[in-house]
């Protein structure tokens, strides 16, 4: 957690099922307004867990130009209020779809992110002009 009153909370390493409670009990104690996110994934069901909580509290969610956000992280990062990425963004098939869908489209997610997700097993990177298309807003002083 950062800023005077822990308005921003940084989220780096894999999202894991065993560590979740605690990581929500704090984020829920703490109230941030926006998250950084440094990640190559991990647990899907958390990380379902994770982006609920970031949508229905009006989080922003951002991934710097150094950082990465893959698999089911970009689930985190599409669930916030304002989304900026400015580094690299990776998705591939997830399992279980219809629960996905669902959950992404209460994030307003553009439609082109399912295709990619989709097409095949491999890992897809959006490219800069795609991740243009899935921020909501141009530069970190709009969050």
Known sequence: FDGIDNEIVTFTGFIKADEMDEILEEIKA?????????????DLPSAGRLA????ENNISTYVSEISVC????VILFLAGKERLCEGKLSV???KDMGNLITLLNTFNTPPFVYEQMFKSY???????????QINTI???DEM
């Open 52 to 55: 609920r909580y970031i949508h």
């Open 138 to 140: 141009k530069s970190l």
């Open 122 to 132: 491999d890992m897809y990177d959006f490219s800069k002009e795609e991740i243009a």
């Open 30 to 42: 703490k109230k941030p307004k926006k998250m950084i996110l440094n990640s190559y994934g991990g």
């Open 92 to 94: 591939h098939l997830q």
């Open 70 to 73: 893959k698999s089911a992280c």
